[in-house]
């Protein structure tokens, strides 16, 4: 799946957002569906935000090949926000409102007040809590058994994807000479952000569907956190890793999820000539 001499490339992935579908779409379980259309729903402004960070850290860099994967980086960022945009229509048009939208509006207004290299940081951060999450949506979640089309493919192709450009912020942050002490003080503070979005929206959608009062909904929390192989025990010593002086997101240790991803869903996937896609990046 992947374009020769290309870091990252940007595929079209081809879907039908807006025809009908089960509404409880993962496995029927309400914590499940509404987690990951909150993610969808907050993701089209932390995306944009993120490709904005990267292309002002790209004027204090010189390295050809960074500048090409962040371009990359850049071209996939865009293609997600598309298709999430049109993900998110269709929650709306089933009164799934984004509570958040006033208030991530209003924060994304401040966002001049942290500089480039802290914007950067913060970028940095949501791209490893992405990477612990979208690890654990491919392997544990059962999105490719039990989740319901669109938004199965959508996932699938979203989470490999971030896999695959997992390192770039990173070491794009590292070679602008960005500080350990920053890095810190910014991923406590983007973890609270990160948490605190998502989980709100979430339990705000479940509240909309007329799902917070059911002993079902809560049952499917407990086991999507705590169960086996849940998000809590899975995210925790990743993220405490990240904590540890001299971490250094690693390049290339997902090729066998990302290409089980991909593959799975090749019969939609094309490859966007890179020119093309870097223009519409831009
Ligand atoms: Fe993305
Ligand atoms: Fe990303």
């Known amino acids: 799946m992947y374009e020769e001499g290309r870091a990252y490339p940007v595929r079209k992935l081809s879907l039908d957002l807006h025809a009908p579908a089960r509404r409880l779409w993962f496995g029927g ?31 204090h860099v010189d390295d050809p090949e960074l500048l090409e994967r962040s371009r990359d980086f850049v071209g996939q960022e865009a293609t997600h926000s598309f298709l999430h ?7 709306e048009a089933m ?3 984004y509570w958040l939208d006033g208030y991530t509006a209003w924060r994304m207004s401040k966002a001049h007040w942290l500089s480039w290299r802290s914007g950067l940081a913060l970028t940095v951060a949501w791209e490893h809590f992405t990477t612990i999450l979208c690890e654990h949506t491919l392997a544990h979640s059962g999105i490719e058994s039990e989740a319901d089309e669109p938004y199965r493919s959508l996932w699938m192709w ?17 070679a602008c000479r960005g500080s350990y002490l920053r890095m810190l003080l910014i991923y406590l503070y983007g973890s609270m952000l990160f948490v605190t979005d ?5 339990f ?12 079902a909904t809560w049952r499917d929390v407990a086991r999507y956190f705590l169960g086996r192989k849940g998000l809590f025990w899975y ?21 066998a999820l990302i290409d089980a991803a991909l593959g799975a869903l090749k019969e939609r996937l094309r490859i966007i000539p890179k020119a093309h896609a870097q223009r519409s990046a831009a």
């Open 29 to 59: 379980d309400a914590f499940r569906t509404h987690w990951f259309n909150s993610l969808s729903q907050g993701l089209p402004l932390a995306e944009r935000y993120a490709s904005d960070c990267v292309k002002a850290a790209m004027a």
């Open 85 to 91: 945009r049109q993900c998110n229509e269709q929650l």
């Open 95 to 97: 009164g799934l409102h």
């Open 158 to 174: 979203h989470c490999a994807e971030e896999l695959e450009h997992s390192a770039l912020s990173h070491d794009l942050y590292l």
């Open 198 to 202: 998502f989980l709100t929206q979430a």
């Open 204 to 215: 705000f959608n479940i509240y909309q569907d007329g799902q917070l009062f059911k002993l």
């Open 235 to 255: 995210a925790l010593p990743r993220w405490l890793g990240f904590l540890r002086p001299g971490f250094r997101t690693p390049r290339g240790q997902h090729a």
